[in-house]
């Protein structure tokens, strides 16, 4: 008999056009060839026929629970002024409590997982009416975006931002002394938790990156081209196109009068929106496929100032075998080798002279595409990243059942 998981998540996993997506969808998959898994996720916009049928293709049980409007908005407000976390409120929904209530009651679970830490108490009691292990992919470690968001913010959202994250560094400390397993995206994610929570049972599942879909291709590139590829009404994201457009971009101009520098990704906000008035600076967009602009741009720029985790835009790219430039915080949770996989840039000078040696060094660039895709497949297969989950699975299935909210 096939194990039975139940998997929470925060958005829904298909298409896979995101960070989040990405992940929530591979691990579905993964899990559906090893066990019989019911699906239930929070969706912030429209389900699509299309949609539907690529999570009923790999579920056995599927639940949308709709979470859009302003009203989810203020039950973050009222939660952070109850004492809670923003986060907490952001992620309420009667519906999904009364989902799981009901499906943990009638299925004998051998796991139940959620992704995030805003909807962890889903998948305990009183809401999870079954003695299935607990496991939260927590994913990065939140507490530190938020302590790293009030670090760079000015007063007084440096201090809503500074509380969310003490607070939810609690909520983290609390899930580690109640649930099963606790997973993130990386070991530089899992060092930073057990340094406030050393006893957590915590590990270290990478994310991976399809690499026949994000294969290398032999064509030349536009020359003199940079491309950023992101969602663009995420914070990190819209920091690093503004800042590089207005900071960096510049200079490269000053050396590379026809250079462009694109910016790709849905969702941008006015402000991204305003910098293709900018000498050189082409705001894209969204697309429907972002590997033609990866491959038909001589660089790949990844500027970010504020990451956590592991950035699927470096991965995507370095499989496409792309030379990348890169900033230090996306690379914590990577184990590559800058100067041999990629380019790392920190101030404005490095930057430069980073892009100038990617478009005037054709051998070294291509040196660089080579080795990051080599590395990718080395390191980043999703089949290979994920297998712990089936050794989780596995112990689970086998081992006795425990009691509701008792951790092993």
Known sequence: MKPRVLYITHRVPWPPDRGDRIRTWNILKFLAKRADVDLVCLADEPVSAKTRKALEGVTRRLAFVPHTGPRRYVRGALSMACGRTATEGLFE????????????????????????????????????????????????????????????????????????????????????????????????????????????????????????????????????????????????????????????????????PNSEFRIVGKSPTSEVEALDDLPGVNVVGPVPDVRPWLHESSCVVVPLRIARGVQNKVLEAMACGRPIVCSPAPLKGLDVEPGLQLLQADTPDEWVESISRVFTDKCHAEELGMAASAWVQLNHRWKSCLEPLMDMIQRSHSEPEHEIGVSS
């Open 93 to 256: 929904s009667r519906q999904l409590r009364s989902i799981v209530r009901v499906w943990s009651s009638t299925a004998k679970y051998t796991a139940a997982l959620a992704s995030s830490s805003g909807i962890a108490r889903f998948v305990q009691p009183p809401y999870l009416q079954s003695s299935a292990r607990v496991w939260i992919d927590l994913i990065d470690v939140d507490s530190q975006k938020w302590l790293d968001y009030q670090a760079s913010s000015r007063f007084p959202m440096s201090t809503v931002y500074g509380l969310e994250g003490r607070r939810l560094r609690t909520l983290e400390t609390q899930l580690a002394a109640n649930v099963d397993r606790l997973l993130v995206v990386s070991e530089a994610e899992r060092e930073l938790f057990t340094n406030f929570c050393p006893t957590a049972p915590i590990q270290a599942i990478g994310n991976g990156v399809d690499t026949e879909y994000f294969a290398p291709l032999t064509i030349d590139p536009v020359p003199q081209t940079c491309v950023f590829i992101g969602v663009l009404n995420y914070r990190p994201n819209a920091d690093a196109v503004e800042w590089f457009s207005k900071s960096i971009w510049p200079k490269v101009m000053e050396k590379f």
